[in-house]
């Protein structure tokens, strides 16, 4: 119906209102946008190239608005009802992540936007992980920790009532879309009163951090929001200057003329005052780390034959060394990535002529009016300057990179040991739905872009 909203607008209202509350929360947060704004400016002024890229595929004003955040879901039930909430905001499932293979118990997909006018209008993501109490060995802390999360309700009332709505309806009003970003805000919101007690908490730490962060509170809280750099190695570089302590090592492909994937760093997480019931109806003060500040730089969506090189390659590196997670052997671990991703073509003709990264095809000014006697291939036509080629930025995650961050961040010098344990059909059957297989869509999107472009030369043909 017209007077619903635009499932774009909610997402876009519901990305505000997240970026403006953790700016409260985490002040940090703020000064690092500022300085991204700063690197960003700085780099389109010094790379006219990349400003006209941007501009020509309507990317250019989206940077702005790039932001991802995360959230750790405990039980089958918040996945599901999780889903149900983003897809009130246009937001799908879109990969699965197996981060155990990493040492981080949690199993994981982004929902985000898939459509190309939806992700120009904003494109904000949440990578949403769900803790897998099947990789904790200690049968009674699985138990006890299943026991506390099936007593936690992470939605509010009016959350649930307002998802149903849309659901029956087929979408909102605006004063009701005004009032689900507010309802849904509280799922994410940060609560200082613990619902275990300290000894409990211990435990659960023990065990592994990011376990006592999911189970240990009534909300999941939002631990990060993601703002989009064009330089990620000026941000690292510039971070100290804005007193933020960079982590040692930016996860993801090294540094390179035409970007790949994802490259993420990010500050250490806050160690923050929290409460504990003390069984005699107080609270007894302690503290948890968990909240933090990430920076990500994009590239291109790579085939699935660049991301087997660019897999082989990263674990080749990794076999040569190690990163530490104090980042003692830092330099060691930049200098083997740059020698091991030489063998990665650095030059967008090379990487699309090697069916290594997904491009977008579209005419350019030199078509205009442009005749023909027949459609010439499409190589023709991009040879003699009438179709050009721009990379398709990846909108997704990388594992090892995702855990990378977690490890980070939460403080942990430990390398936690699980047995690798991909599950993805126990995932979906959580989530109620399958996740969409990235490498179709990025497929998809560059078949789409082709058939466009030849459409409009046969057009005129037909014409004629």
């Given at each position: 119906?017209?007077?619903?909203?635009?499932?774009?607008?909610?997402?876009?209202?519901?990305?505000?209102?997240?970026?403006?509350?953790?700016?409260?929360?985490?002040?940090?947060?703020?000064?690092?946008?500022?300085?991204?704004?700063?690197?960003?400016?700085?780099?389109?002024?010094?790379?006219?190239?990349?400003?006209?890229?941007?501009?020509?595929?309507?990317?250019?004003?989206?940077?702005?608005?790039?932001?991802?955040?995360?959230?750790?879901?405990?039980?089958?039930?918040?996945?599901?009802?999780?889903?149900?909430?983003?897809?009130?905001?246009?937001?799908?499932?879109?990969?699965?992540?197996?981060?155990?293979?990493?040492?981080?118990?949690?199993?994981?997909?982004?929902?985000?936007?898939?459509?190309?006018?939806?992700?120009?209008?904003?494109?904000?993501?949440?990578?949403?992980?769900?803790?897998?109490?099947?990789?904790?060995?200690?049968?009674?802390?699985?138990?006890?920790?299943?026991?506390?999360?099936?007593?936690?309700?992470?939605?509010?009332?009016?959350?649930?009532?307002?998802?149903?709505?849309?659901?029956?309806?087929?979408?909102?009003?605006?004063?009701?879309?005004?009032?689900?970003?507010?309802?849904?805000?509280?799922?994410?919101?940060?609560?200082?009163?613990?619902?275990?007690?300290?000894?409990?908490?211990?435990?659960?730490?023990?065990?592994?951090?990011?376990?006592?962060?999911?189970?240990?509170?009534?909300?999941?809280?939002?631990?990060?929001?993601?703002?989009?750099?064009?330089?990620?190695?000026?941000?690292?570089?510039?971070?100290?200057?804005?007193?933020?302590?960079?982590?040692?090592?930016?996860?993801?492909?090294?540094?390179?003329?035409?970007?790949?994937?994802?490259?993420?760093?990010?500050?250490?997480?806050?160690?923050?005052?929290?409460?504990?019931?003390?069984?005699?109806?107080?609270?007894?003060?302690?503290?948890?780390?968990?909240?933090?500040?990430?920076?990500?730089?994009?590239?291109?969506?790579?085939?699935?034959?660049?991301?087997?090189?660019?897999?082989?390659?990263?674990?080749?590196?990794?076999?040569?060394?190690?990163?530490?997670?104090?980042?003692?052997?830092?330099?060691?671990?930049?200098?083997?990535?740059?020698?091991?991703?030489?063998?990665?073509?650095?030059?967008?003709?090379?990487?699309?002529?090697?069916?290594?990264?997904?491009?977008?095809?579209?005419?350019?000014?030199?078509?205009?009016?442009?005749?023909?006697?027949?459609?010439?291939?499409?190589?023709?036509?991009?040879?003699?300057?009438?179709?050009?080629?721009?990379?398709?930025?990846?909108?997704?995650?990388?594992p090892v990179s995702a855990a990378g961050i977690f490890q980070s961040n939460l403080g942990d010098g430990a390398q936690h040991e699980f047995v690798?344990?991909?599950?993805?059909?126990?995932?979906?059957?959580?989530?109620?739905?399958?996740?969409?297989?990235?490498?179709?869509?990025?497929?998809?999107?560059?078949?789409?872009?082709?058939?466009?472009?030849?459409?409009?030369?046969?057009?005129?043909?037909?014409?004629?």
């Open positions: 119906m017209s007077n619903y909203v635009s499932t774009s607008e909610i997402r876009a209202a519901f990305s505000s209102a997240m970026s403006e509350m953790y700016r409260e929360e985490v002040p940090a947060y703020g000064t690092l946008m500022a300085l991204v704004a700063r690197v960003n400016d700085e780099t389109l002024a010094q790379k006219p190239d990349l400003k006209e890229r941007l501009s020509a595929t309507d990317n250019l004003d989206r940077i702005s608005e790039e932001r991802h955040g995360a959230i750790r879901l405990g039980t089958a039930e918040e996945l599901a009802t999780m889903r149900r909430v983003f897809a009130v905001m246009g937001m799908s499932p879109v990969g699965y992540y197996d981060l155990s293979t990493a040492g981080v118990p949690v199993h994981s997909t982004a929902f985000r936007p898939v459509g190309n006018e939806a992700l120009k209008r904003n494109p904000f993501r949440v990578f949403t992980s769900l803790l897998r109490l099947d990789l904790i060995p200690d049968e009674a802390l699985r138990t006890k920790a299943a026991r506390i999360l099936e007593q936690r309700r992470i939605f509010t009332v009016g959350a649930i009532a307002l998802t149903e709505k849309a659901e029956r309806d087929g979408g909102l009003s605006k004063e009701d879309a005004d009032r689900f970003v507010l309802e849904v805000l509280e799922t994410f919101r940060w609560h200082d009163k613990a619902n275990v007690d300290v000894d409990m908490y211990h435990r659960l730490h023990d065990a592994h951090r990011l376990i006592a962060d999911v189970v240990s509170f009534r909300g999941p809280h939002i631990n990060h929001l993601t703002p989009r750099t064009l330089d990620i190695d000026a941000v690292q570089a510039l971070m100290p200057a804005y007193d933020i302590a960079p982590k040692a090592v930016v996860e993801g492909p090294p540094t390179r003329e035409c970007p790949i994937l994802l490259r993420q760093t990010s500050f250490k997480a806050l160690e923050e005052a929290v409460s504990f019931p003390d069984g005699e109806g107080g609270w007894k003060t302690g503290s948890h780390t968990a909240r933090f500040g990430e920076i990500e730089q994009r590239g291109i969506a790579l085939t699935p034959k660049g991301r087997g090189l660019y897999d082989r390659l990263l674990d080749q590196t990794r076999k040569l060394v190690r990163p530490a997670a104090d980042g003692s052997n830092a330099r060691e671990y930049e200098a083997a990535l740059d020698g091991t991703f030489g063998a990665f073509p650095d030059n967008w003709a090379q990487i699309r002529t090697e069916g290594l990264g997904y491009f977008s095809y579209s005419l350019t000014p030199k078509a205009t009016g442009a005749e023909f006697g027949s459609v010439p291939d499409l190589e023709t036509l991009i040879a003699d300057g009438f179709v050009r080629f721009d990379p398709v930025v990846y909108e997704d995650f990388l690798a344990s991909p599950n993805q059909t126990r995932f979906e059957a959580d989530l109620g739905a399958s996740v969409l297989n990235e490498f179709d869509h990025y497929a998809a999107i560059e078949k789409a872009s082709i058939e466009a472009c030849l459409a409009a030369f046969s057009s005129r043909l037909l014409a004629g």
